[in-house]
């Protein structure tokens, strides 16, 4: 009979988060076959030639990379690459023609849209037991203007990690530690960003379930990562293959690269005009305070409040909050370091909209986050078109690196001080306690 209820009780459990998936596909659709930024999706297809021509498990070899700048997805993205050479026939086309090709666009864009659904999906289930925000939360991730362009226009691949590192939350809410730290390898294989989250989860699972589940979702974590990686590791060189983590950084050592934050607003009232990318004079290995280089003091800075967030974290463990404190996190990964791309803010956007579920307080930071994301990509995207219009970043880029910086501020004082000061009474209380401020 029990059996029976559930039954007939679960279309009002997954019918609402189908319609949103459905809604979130539409939304993207007329976008698929189009080009945001052709280059990155020509560099995509660059890869799957390497791969055809020189081996799929050497790919990570640096004699067959372009250039410097020429930085590698991890593993799992390259899998995917390599799955639609195989969706072409076991060849990969020529990026020279493949660009003309609306099909071979809309290929590139199948995994990232398909992980944004994921995301958007399982987010509404989440929330299957909140009538309204069961609606409202994962229809503003479907419509929301930055995040569609990124995935469904762009085509890029922030929305994979992210959907991964929201399943890992999702599972660390609801005390499966060990499949948290499963999804977050997952992630992690495949874009780099996915690693800023790891603090969180370390200290939450130490401090809910302690240090024996931790060693062992640590380990199988650890051996799902490797798992993944010997292959490319066997043909390409341990060094080559870990080559996207170990050389990450420094392939556009600026300030800031097109990411309106703290350091392009330093740079841009520097100049007395709009910081463009790569401009020799805001290389970020000048010496700045006290001899060290502006790159140092921004990992300074954003060290410091990482170890800041493991400190909420340690002292709010048993309360689930777990979007609001990595929400604050990756806002902090785009705000401080120098050499941020503007797509850093991705899964910060993505993370204070399913936080708002937490505590409503960050739902100022959540619209903010929102719109300065929005700008900044359709800045980048389409630069040449927003510059002939009110709208030029040459008026308002200043403007939104400032509104985010002091949105990453209030942020700050809503879920570190006074999560904070709200953990300081019970912080030997055993169960999940919830936040005054959560709807």
Request: charged fraction near 15%.
């Given at each position: 009979?029990a059996?029976?209820?559930?039954?007939?009780?679960?279309?009002?459990?997954?019918?609402?988060?189908?319609?949103?998936?459905?809604?979130?596909?539409?939304?993207?659709?007329?976008?698929?076959?189009?080009?945001?930024?052709?280059?990155d999706?020509?560099?995509?297809?660059?890869?799957?030639?390497?791969?055809?021509?020189?081996?799929?498990?050497?790919?990570?070899?640096?004699?067959?990379?372009?250039?410097?700048?020429?930085?590698?997805?991890p593993?799992?993205?390259t899998?995917?690459?390599?799955?639609?050479?195989?969706?072409?026939?076991?060849?990969?086309?020529?990026p020279?023609?493949a660009?003309?090709?609306?099909?071979?666009i809309?290929?590139?864009?199948?995994?990232?849209?398909?992980?944004?659904?994921?995301l958007?999906?399982?987010?509404?289930?989440?929330?299957?037991?909140?009538?309204?925000?069961?609606?409202?939360?994962?229809?503003?991730?479907?419509?929301?203007?930055?995040?569609?362009?990124?995935?469904?226009w762009?085509?890029?691949?922030d929305?994979?990690?992210?959907?991964f590192?929201?399943?890992?939350?999702?599972a660390?809410?609801?005390?499966?530690?060990?499949?948290a730290?499963?999804?977050?390898?997952?992630?992690?294989?495949?874009?780099?960003?996915?690693?800023?989250?790891?603090?969180i989860?370390?200290?939450?699972?130490?401090?809910?379930?302690?240090?024996?589940?931790?060693l062992i979702?640590?380990v199988?974590?650890?051996?799902?990562?490797?798992?993944?990686?010997?292959?490319?590791?066997?043909?390409?060189?341990?060094?080559?293959?870990?080559?996207?983590?170990?050389?990450?950084?420094?392939?556009?050592?600026?300030?800031?690269?097109?990411?309106?934050?703290?350091?392009?607003?330093?740079?841009?009232i520097?100049?007395?005009?709009?910081?463009?990318?790569?401009?020799?004079?805001?290389?970020?290995?000048?010496l700045?305070?006290?001899?060290?280089?502006?790159?140092a003091?921004?990992?300074?800075?954003?060290?410091?409040?990482?170890l800041?967030?493991?400190?909420?974290c340690?002292?709010?463990?048993?309360?689930k909050?777990?979007?609001?404190?990595?929400?604050?996190?990756?806002?902090?990964?785009?705000?401080?370091?120098?050499?941020?791309?503007?797509?850093?803010?991705?899964?910060?956007?993505?993370?204070l909209?399913?936080?708002?579920?937490?505590?409503?307080?960050?739902?100022?930071?959540?619209?903010?986050?929102?719109?300065?994301?929005?700008?900044?990509?359709?800045?980048?995207?389409?630069?040449?078109?927003?510059?002939?219009?009110?709208?030029?970043?040459?008026?308002?880029?200043?403007?939104?690196?400032?509104?985010?910086?002091?949105?990453?501020?209030?942020?700050?004082?809503?879920?570190?001080?006074d999560?904070?000061?709200?953990?300081a009474?019970?912080?030997?209380?055993?169960?999940?306690?919830?936040?005054?401020?959560?709807?």
């Amino acid at each position: 009979m029990a059996a029976l209820q559930r039954s007939q009780r679960s279309p009002r459990w997954w019918l609402p988060a189908v319609a949103v998936v459905v809604l979130a596909f539409f939304v993207r659709l007329p976008t698929l076959s189009t080009m945001a930024f052709e280059p990155d999706l020509r560099h995509f297809a660059e890869w799957m030639r390497v791969m055809d021509m020189r081996g799929l498990w050497e790919f990570y070899k640096s004699s067959y990379r372009f250039d410097e700048t020429d930085r590698l997805y991890p593993p799992l993205s390259t899998l995917s690459f390599a799955a639609l050479i195989e969706v072409n026939g076991g060849t990969a086309p020529n990026p020279r023609f493949a660009m003309r090709d609306p099909n071979f666009i809309v290929q590139l864009k199948v995994f990232p849209v398909a992980c944004e659904l994921l995301l958007i999906g399982a987010v509404a289930l989440w929330l299957s037991d909140r009538p309204r925000l069961r609606w409202t939360i994962p229809i503003a991730l479907a419509v929301a203007p930055g995040i569609v362009a990124t995935t469904g226009w762009w085509g890029q691949y922030d929305a994979p990690f992210t959907a991964f590192v929201v399943l890992a939350l999702l599972a660390l809410n609801r005390d499966r530690p060990l499949w948290a730290w499963i999804l977050f390898a997952i992630a992690a294989l495949i874009k780099q960003p996915a690693a800023v989250v790891a603090p969180i989860l370390l200290v939450v699972t130490f401090r809910r379930y302690g240090w024996r589940r931790t060693l062992i979702s640590g380990v199988v974590s650890a051996a799902v990562f490797l798992l993944v990686t010997l292959p490319f590791a066997l043909e390409s060189g341990w060094e080559d293959a870990l080559a996207p983590y170990l050389h990450a950084s420094d392939a556009f050592p600026y300030f800031s690269n097109n990411a309106y934050n703290f350091w392009h607003a330093l740079a841009s009232i520097d100049k007395g005009g709009l910081m463009l990318f790569r401009e020799p004079a805001y290389a970020d290995a000048q010496l700045w305070i006290g001899g060290l280089s502006y790159k140092a003091a921004g990992l300074i800075l954003f060290g410091t409040f990482v170890l800041l967030i493991m400190v909420l974290c340690w002292r709010q463990a048993h309360q689930k909050r777990e979007f609001v404190w990595a929400a604050a996190l990756f806002y902090g990964f785009f705000i401080l370091p120098t050499q941020v791309h503007e797509r850093y803010l991705f899964p910060a956007a993505v993370l204070l909209i399913i936080a708002i579920a937490q505590d409503r307080r960050v739902l100022p930071a959540a619209i903010a986050a929102s719109v300065t994301y929005a700008y900044n990509i359709f800045a980048v995207t389409s630069f040449d078109d927003l510059s002939r219009t009110f709208l030029a970043p040459a008026n308002f880029a200043l403007p939104i690196a400032l509104l985010n910086v002091v949105t990453f501020g209030l942020l700050v004082r809503w879920a570190v001080v006074d999560g904070v000061e709200q953990a300081a009474p019970s912080l030997a209380a055993p169960a999940a306690v919830a936040s005054p401020h959560a709807i």
